[in-house]
C-alpha cells in the first residue's frame, strides 16, 4: 500500500508519500480501506520527533480514519464487509489501509461523509473523556474552553452546551465567531485581553477548565477557578514552566488539577470510553445536535501544506486528508 512516510524529523517538508506494506489484522480486528483521515496537534509533535508513539503502534502518522471495511478476522461478529466507519487508532492513519479493533468501531451516521466522519473520533473523543469522565461537568457549571477554536476545543464546546452548562472560550480575534456558532456564551480575545482580568471583571464562576496552554496560563487558571474547581489539561503547548503560581489555593480551593491523554491509555479503556460514547452521545450526531467541525480538506498529496497550516495554528476546526 502507499502511505505517509517521513524521511527525517522536522518540518511538514520531511513528509512523503511512499510504498509500504499493507498491515495485517487479527481474529478480533478488521481491515480499512481509508477514504479520509484527521490532522492532530499530535501528528505535527510527533513528525518533529517530540510526541513517539506508544509501544506496539504503527511509526506512521495520524491518530483517526474513516472507511470501509474490506476484511475481517475469523471472531469478528459485530461488523461485516463494505460497513462505513470512524474509528481513533494508535498510529497508521495516514495511508491506504489500517487495521483496528471491531470494538473501536463508530458506525458512519447514512448521510455523513467520510470526511466529516474523519473529523470526530479524536476530538470528540478526548472531549468527551476530559469533561465527562475526568472534570463531571454539570449542567449548572461554567467552563473554561481554552484554544476554542481548535479541534478539541469545538467539540468540548458542544459537548458542554449538549449538557446546558456555560461556556467561556479563549481565541483570537478571527476565530470568535466559529466559538460563538458552536455555542460559546462567552469568546475572550488571549491576544488583546487577560482572560483572568476579564473573567474576574465580568463576575464570571469558573467551575471546570479545559487547558492546552499550561507554562504562563496555570497561575492564572488557578487564581480564577472557583471552590471546589476542576482542571484537565491535555497539552502545555505554552511551555513546562509555570510563573510564580499560587499552589496553596488548590488546597484552600479544594481544586482538582488533571493531566491526562488519551494515545497511551489502554485498549480497554479507550474501548470502554469509545462505547460509552456511542451509546451515550454520539446519537447527537443524527438529531444535528453535535456536529464535526471542519476548516479544510486536502488531498493526500498536500499533506505538507496541511502540516504547515497546523504548524501556524491557522485552522479554526479541523483539518482533513482525503486519501485518493
Same mark, same amino acid.
Given at each position: 500500500?502507499?502511505?505517509?512516510?517521513?524521511?527525517?524529523?522536522?518540518?511538514?517538508?520531511?513528509?512523503?508519500?511512499?510504498?509500504?506494506?499493507?498491515?495485517?489484522?487479527?481474529?478480533?480486528?478488521?481491515?480499512?480501506?481509508?477514504?479520509?483521515?484527521?490532522?492532530?496537534?499530535?501528528?505535527?509533535?510527533?513528525?518533529?520527533?517530540?510526541?513517539?508513539?506508544?509501544?506496539?503502534?504503527?511509526?506512521?502518522?495520524?491518530?483517526?480514519?474513516?472507511?470501509?471495511?474490506?476484511?475481517?478476522?475469523?471472531?469478528?461478529?459485530?461488523?461485516?464487509?463494505?460497513?462505513?466507519?470512524?474509528?481513533?487508532?494508535?498510529?497508521?492513519?495516514?495511508?491506504?489501509?489500517?487495521?483496528?479493533?471491531? *470494538?473501536?468501531? &463508530?458506525?458512519?451516521?447514512?448521510?455523513? =461523509?467520510?470526511?466529516?466522519? @474523519? %473529523? !470526530?473520533?479524536?476530538?470528540? +473523543?478526548?472531549?468527551?473523556?476530559?469533561?465527562?469522565?475526568?472534570?463531571?461537568?454539570?449542567? *449548572?457549571?461554567? &467552563?473554561?474552553?481554552?484554544?476554542?477554536? =481548535?479541534?478539541?476545543?469545538? @467539540? %468540548? !464546546?458542544?459537548?458542554?452546551? +449538549?449538557?446546558?452548562?456555560?461556556?467561556?472560550?479563549?481565541?483570537?480575534?478571527?476565530?470568535?465567531?466559529?466559538? &460563538?456558532?458552536?455555542?460559546?456564551?462567552?469568546?475572550?480575545?488571549?491576544?488583546?485581553?487577560?482572560?483572568?482580568?476579564?473573567?474576574?471583571?465580568?463576575?464570571?464562576?469558573?467551575?471546570?477548565?479545559?487547558?492546552?496552554?499550561?507554562?504562563?496560563?496555570?497561575?492564572?487558571?488557578?487564581?480564577?477557578?472557583?471552590?471546589?474547581?476542576?482542571?484537565?489539561?491535555?497539552?502545555?503547548?505554552?511551555?513546562?514552566?509555570?510563573?510564580?503560581?499560587?499552589?496553596?489555593?488548590?488546597?484552600?480551593?479544594?481544586?482538582?488539577?488533571?493531566?491526562?491523554?488519551?494515545?497511551?491509555?489502554?485498549?480497554?479503556?479507550?474501548?470502554?470510553?469509545?462505547?460509552?460514547?456511542?451509546?451515550?452521545?454520539?446519537?447527537?450526531?443524527?438529531?444535528?445536535?453535535?456536529?464535526?467541525?471542519?476548516?479544510?480538506?486536502?488531498?493526500?498529496?498536500?499533506?505538507?501544506?496541511?502540516?504547515?497550516?497546523?504548524?501556524?495554528?491557522?485552522?479554526?476546526?479541523?483539518?482533513?486528508?482525503?486519501?485518493?
Amino acid at each position: 500500500m502507499k502511505a505517509i512516510q517521513m524521511s527525517d524529523f522536522g518540518g511538514p517538508e520531511v513528509l512523503h508519500i511512499a510504498e509500504t506494506d499493507t498491515p495485517t489484522y487479527k481474529s478480533n480486528e478488521v481491515l480499512v480501506k481509508v477514504e479520509a483521515c484527521g490532522i492532530n496537534r499530535a501528528d505535527s509533535l510527533q513528525r518533529m520527533g517530540m510526541y513517539p508513539p506508544p509501544p506496539g503502534a504503527s511509526a506512521i502518522l495520524g491518530l483517526e480514519v474513516s472507511g470501509t471495511i474490506v476484511a475481517m478476522g475469523a471472531m469478528v461478529d459485530k461488523w461485516k464487509i463494505g460497513d462505513r466507519i470512524c474509528v481513533l487508532i494508535d498510529g497508521g492513519a495516514y495511508a491506504e489501509f489500517v487495521q483496528v479493533h471491531e *470494538d473501536m468501531i &463508530i458506525p458512519l451516521i447514512d448521510d455523513m =461523509s467520510f470526511e466529516e466522519g @474523519a %473529523a !470526530i473520533p479524536e476530538v470528540f +473523543l478526548t472531549a468527551f473523556q476530559s469533561l465527562y469522565w475526568l472534570a463531571k461537568l454539570k449542567s *449548572d457549571e461554567t &467552563i473554561l474552553v481554552h484554544a476554542g477554536a =481548535s479541534g478539541v476545543g469545538t @467539540a %468540548a !464546546i458542544q459537548l458542554a452546551k +449538549l449538557l446546558n452548562a456555560k461556556v467561556v472560550a479563549t481565541a483570537s480575534s478571527g476565530k470568535h465567531n466559529i466559538c &460563538i456558532k458552536q455555542g460559546a456564551d462567552v469568546v475572550i480575545d488571549y491576544k488583546t485581553t487577560s482572560f483572568k482580568e476579564e473573567i474576574t471583571n465580568q463576575g464570571l464562576k469558573i467551575d471546570v477548565i479545559l487547558d492546552f496552554i499550561a507554562g504562563g496560563y496555570f497561575s492564572d487558571n488557578l487564581d480564577i477557578l472557583s471552590l471546589d474547581g476542576r482542571m484537565v489539561m491535555l497539552a502545555a503547548l505554552g511551555g513546562l514552566k509555570a510563573e510564580n503560581p499560587n499552589v496553596g489555593q488548590i488546597v484552600w480551593k479544594r481544586l482538582t488539577v488533571m493531566g491526562s491523554t488519551l494515545r497511551s491509555r489502554s485498549s480497554a479503556y479507550k474501548i470502554a470510553l469509545t462505547n460509552e460514547f456511542v451509546e451515550t452521545i454520539y446519537p447527537a450526531f443524527k438529531n444535528g445536535k453535535l456536529s464535526p467541525v471542519i476548516h479544510q480538506i486536502f488531498d493526500w498529496t498536500q499533506v505538507s501544506k496541511a502540516h504547515r497550516m497546523i504548524d501556524r495554528n491557522e485552522n479554526a476546526g479541523k483539518l482533513i486528508l482525503k486519501i485518493s
